[in-house]
């Protein structure tokens, strides 16, 4: 009698124990909410320098400001404009919209432009500028786009020259 009174509580514990089909379940579910919640790391964006051929190509010519990271050479890797900002990644040119909302720049650019995929930020220092041509004013700034994540792709920083 004593042997059944102490297997009891050990009777009672296995009857509470889940399956092996219960065990995968719960863990094929667990697996898929770990998934669900991953966040990819955001890609690294690679731009393409924008020089005169492609101005010349894709008309990019007005006010606006242009920027190039430092260490990057000569070539303007972000435009904005008025209306418009451009990037070039992978050969294609990335257009993007204004965001008429964010501050205004020298020569009516605009400090956010949004585009499908991307959207990039121009921020720089006004109260630094020093005039490089008769109608073009230099500036340090950053360059930050983002993807549709929100996740930071490309953050440089460098000339940002702005001007007619």
């Given amino acids: 009698m004593r042997w059944i009174a102490l297997a009891l509580p050990f009777a009672l ?5 889940p399956t092996p089909a219960e065990k995968e379940a719960a863990r094929q579910q ?4 770990v998934k669900a919640n991953q966040k990819p790391p955001p890609e690294e964006l690679v731009l393409d320098p924008i020089r005169y051929p492609e101005i010349e190509k894709y008309d990019l010519y007005g006010a606006g400001c242009s920027f190039v990271p430092d260490g990057g050479g000569l070539g303007a890797v972000a435009i904005g404009m008025a209306d418009k900002g451009y990037m070039i990644r ?3 040119l990335m257009i993007f919209a204004a965001d008429m909302g964010s501050d205004e720049l020298p020569y ?3 400090r956010k432009y949004d ?3 991307y959207s990039f930020v121009l921020d720089l220092d006004e109260t630094g500028g020093t005039q ?3 109608e073009t ?3 340090r700034g950053t360059l930050t786009v983002r993807d549709g994540t929100d996740a930071v792709v ?3 920083k460098g000339l940002t020259q702005c001007g007619a």
Avoid: F, I, N, Q
């Fill in 132 to 134: 490089s041509g008769h």
């Fill in 154 to 156: 490309y953050k440089a």
């Fill in 137 to 139: 004013t230099d500036y």
């Fill in 90 to 92: 992978k050969g294609e």
């Fill in 30 to 33: 667990a697996v898929a909410e």
């Fill in 115 to 117: 585009g499908r995929e």
């Fill in 13 to 17: 514990l296995a009857c509470d124990e």
């Fill in 108 to 110: 009516l650019a605009r």
